[in-house]
Antibody
Framework: QVQLVQSGAEVKKPGASVKVSCKAS????????IHWVRQAPGQGFEWVGV????????SYAQELQGRVTMTRDTSTTTVYMELSSLRSEDTAMYYC?????????????WGQGTMLTVSS | IVLTQSPGTLSLSPGDRATLSCRAS???????LAWYQQKPGQAPRLLIY???SRATGIPDRFSGSGSGTDFTLTISKLEPEDFAVYYC????????FGQGTRVDIE
């Protein structure tokens, strides 16, 4: 079945980096964009960025420019999101989401989420 | 684009009709607006996209309407499993989400 499976929870110290993976299966990987969004505990959603797995084209949220890097590996149908210079405010559940149809950016398929805790 | 959802909390009973509002700070191009349901400890589930199209497998008691800056999600007859938090999202200009409306059992 169509699914996105994310890597496990992470605990990092301020200033460190983290790399979260999102493995896609059950569909043609290059046909749908993958987005990352995050949700701080008890809060709403913040968009992090998007990658086109076919071309590798990326767009990041302005607030995270310079600290976030998204990549993809078409051989393993996996998308990665790396966040550097971590701060306590980065503590959140990070989700990857696949577009419903090609470039229609509503998220029909979601990963299970990866909890990132940033604490000294 | 800032999305403002109202009310913050809706306290209703099973069988009631729920009407949730999402207002945008500027017009959402091509009605690129979606609604999601989220239950505790779970990822969101897409209900509506394109303002009024139901996603696959979504019951027809869920309906979306609106255009421009004012959008509505209606649940015609609440089932016990519908008590959750609902978010709107626009994808016409970057991506932003509303702050959510909690639908509680009265």
């Amino acid at each position: 079945q169509v699914q996105l499976v994310q890597s496990g929870a992470e605990v990092k110290k301020p200033g460190a980096s983290v790399k979260v993976s999102c493995k896609a299966s059950g569909y043609r990987f290059t046909n749908y964009y993958i987005h990352w969004v995050r949700q701080a505990p008890g809060q709403g959603f913040e968009w992090v960025g998007v990658i086109n797995p076919s071309s590798g084209t990326i767009s990041y949220a302005q607030e995270l420019q310079g600290r976030v890097t998204m990549t993809r590996d078409t051989s393993t149908t996996t998308v990665y999101m790396e966040l550097s210079s971590l701060r306590s405010e980065d503590t959140a559940m990070y989700y990857c989401g696949r577009t419903i149809v090609g470039s229609t950016h509503a998220f029909a398929i979601w990963g299970q989420g990866t909890m990132l805790t940033v604490s000294s | 684009i800032v999305l403002t959802q109202s009310p913050g909390t809706l306290s209703l009973s099973p069988g009631d009709r729920a009407t949730l509002s999402c207002r945008a700070s500027q017009s959402v191009s091509s009605n690129y607006l979606a609604w999601y349901q989220q239950k505790p400890g779970q990822a969101p589930r897409l209900l509506i996209y394109g303002a009024s199209s139901r996603a696959t497998g979504i019951p027809d008691r869920f309906s979306g309407s609106g255009s421009g800056t004012d959008f509505t999600l209606t649940i015609s007859k609440l089932e016990p499993e519908d008590f959750a938090v609902y978010y709107c999202q626009q994808y016409g200009r970057s991506i932003t989400f509303g702050q959510g409306t909690r639908v509680d059992i009265e």
